[in-house]
């Protein structure tokens, strides 16, 4: 069974740093790509990072660009997503997430998920 | 970045009807689109990816078609389960992005 753990969330004031972290079991974690997703209290799913599965390729949205970095120890099974210079709209419940792939393409679809850690950035 | 744009945002319904959330991206993105439903206080779930591929284990309620720019989620035979919220996502190009969200309320 696929496990994903995340920990690391709390409060945090703004300009602060965090660092997420996701201990996965059940699958061979070096096969897969990750991904953090987040969603704001009351509010849609927001993609935030990618990471292919050696960790050589990462991505980012525009909204964390330069503040976040994702990485992984694949010995470890531990995905982890450090965050600077927070602000208070990267308030949001954040998922570690498991992608699948389909055809030739890298990145499919989330089958998997965490059960999120709450990340609060306020003074 | 490609924009994802859903509507309606919500929609109300009735047990046993059939109901259509489209979903438009601001540049083609061929047919790499996903639908997922999430429930409240739940991680999303995966129902439909790459545009009409039902996931398994969903029910064959659920439907996707599409292709291009306009994209579409059909429930066909609505249950109580289904009035909870979807989300559309293009995995075409990176930056990923996720559609705004469509609330589905029991009328």
Redesign the interface.
């Known amino acids: 069974e696929v496990q994903l753990l995340e920990s690391g969330g709390g409060l945090v004031q703004p300009g602060g740093s965090l660092r997420l972290s996701c201990a996965a079991s059940g699958f061979t974690f070096n096969s897969y790509v990750m ?1 953090w ?1 987040r969603q704001a209290p009351g509010k ?4 935030v990072s ?1 990471i292919d599965n050696s960790g050589a390729g990462t ?4 909204s964390v660009k330069g503040r976040v970095t994702i990485s992984r120890d694949n010995f470890k099974n531990t995905l982890y997503l450090q965050m600077t210079t927070l602000r208070a709209e990267d308030t949001a419940i954040y ?1 570690c997430a498991k992608t ?1 792939k ?2 030739t ?1 890298w ?5 998997d ?4 850690t709450l990340v609060t950035v306020s003074s | 970045d490609i924009q994802m744009t859903q509507s309606p945002s919500s929609l109300s319904a009735s047990v046993g009807d059939t109901v259509t959330i489209t979903c438009r991206a601001s540049q083609s993105i061929s047919t790499y689109l996903n639908w997922y439903q999430q429930q409240p206080g739940k991680a999303p779930k995966v129902l439909i990816y790459a545009t009409s591929s039902l996931q398994s284990g969903v029910p064959s309620r659920f439907s996707g078609s599409g292709s291009g720019t306009d994209f579409s989620l059909t429930i066909s035979g609505l249950q109580p389960e289904d009035f909870t919220s979807y989300y559309c996502q293009q995995t075409y190009r990176t930056p990923i992005t996720f559609g705004q969200g469509t609330r589905l309320e029991i009328k």
């Not at chain 1, 991505?59 to 525009?62: G, H």
């Not at chain 1, 990145?107 to 089958?111: H, L, S, T």
């Not at chain 1, 998920?113 to 999120?116: L, N």
């Open positions: 991904s997703v849609g799913l927001e993609w990618a991505y980012y949205a525009d998922y699948e389909y055809g393409t990145y499919g679809f989330v089958q998920w965490g059960q999120g």
